[in-house]
């Protein structure tokens, strides 16, 4: 008798409506609004800067996929960031070892020092699973989420108008998010071209972007992703930030209630964000309109320079 063995196998598009299946399953959206469809993967796989085929490696045992790992690159600031994991029914069977060890290797022939990868703060086997592979934890998050149909109105100063994202905005919108987020842990700056594809895929429409606008500038924005149907469509708030030149006049708070608004239109009545448990002038912004605590990811870094 042939005893079962786990193998990799580099993703390839025949396998797109399979691959997304096994990412619904690992990552517990089967059934939920959240749910993955091929269509919206396939969009993910093609984002600017990705090589589906190169960069994505899936994992079998005895013939059914069992799990994968996906490289998202942030060259900018040396690291790349390891999504994925094994189906329960098929961990320690040396899967998830095989994946890291590979993609450990592939983030070192691209170049990155670092690579980083999350985990569900109860999900304590895949975090174990990542000490032993030489991972250490480093951040802490925490999700946050937000029930309603409706929210406050937003308070703008003189000068600076809300409306949705428009074509034309990409370059502004880039340069005050890079100039907001500059510096902090795990950002990596994004390219013209990146902040254009965005608004482009079914989920993270230009309608879902508020940005509150100082002549032609971006001085706020907030940017939402949509998922499901009404009225059970989830709401996700993706990034939020005031340029460093505007900052201090409440426009924060102002441009998180403009995407809430969005979401809302858009049929959302479930709100989510992640924010670093270290922030907490941001936390006290999201809980003073309503947002609790619904749970937390740990972040783990390995050194790819080491050895």
């Not at 029914?89 to 990155?112: N, T, Y």
């Amino acid at each position: 008798m042939t005893t079962p063995q786990p193998h990799l196998h580099a993703f390839s598009w025949d396998r797109l409506d399979e691959f997304t299946a096994l990412v619904n399953a690992v990552q517990g959206m089967e059934g939920t609004p959240a749910a993955l469809d091929p269509a919206f993967m396939a969009e993910r796989l093609r984002v600017p800067g990705m090589d589906a085929e190169a960069d994505c490696m899936l994992a079998t045992f005895d013939g059914t996929l069992a799990g994968y790992t996906l490289l998202n690159w942030e060259l900018p600031i040396g690291s790349v960031v390891l999504e994925g994991g094994v189906l329960p029914e098929h961990r320690r069977r040396g899967l998830g070892g095989m994946l890291i060890s590979w993609a450990k290797e592939r983030g070192r022939e691209r170049g990155a020092a670092v690579a980083r990868a999350p985990s569900p703060e109860d999900d304590a086997g895949h975090s174990e699973a990542l000490r032993r592979m030489g991972f250490a934890e480093v951040r802490r998050y925490v999700v946050l989420r937000w029930a309603g149909s409706t929210a406050p109105v937003a308070a703008l100063p003189p000068g600076i108008v809300a409306r949705r994202f428009r074509a034309g905005d990409a370059a502004s919108l880039a340069e005050a998010q890079n100039a907001a987020f500059g510096g902090q842990w795990g950002f990596s700056p994004n390219t013209v071209e990146q902040i254009a594809y965005s608004v482009g895929m079914s989920r993270t429409t230009a309608e879902g972007v508020a940005v509150l606008v100082s002549g032609d500038d971006v001085a706020a924005y907030c940017s939402t992703m949509t998922a499901g149907e009404p009225p059970a469509a989830a709401g996700s708030i993706l990034m939020l930030g005031a340029h460093p030149r505007h900052q201090g006049l409440g426009l924060g708070r102002a441009a998180l209630l403009e995407g809430m608004r969005l979401l809302l239109e858009r049929g959302a009545r479930t709100i989510e964000l992640t924010v670093d448990a270290e922030n907490s002038t941001a936390r006290q912004l999201y809980e003073s309109v309503g947002f609790q605590r619904a749970g937390g990811r740990r972040w783990f870094e390995a050194d790819l320079t080491a050895g």
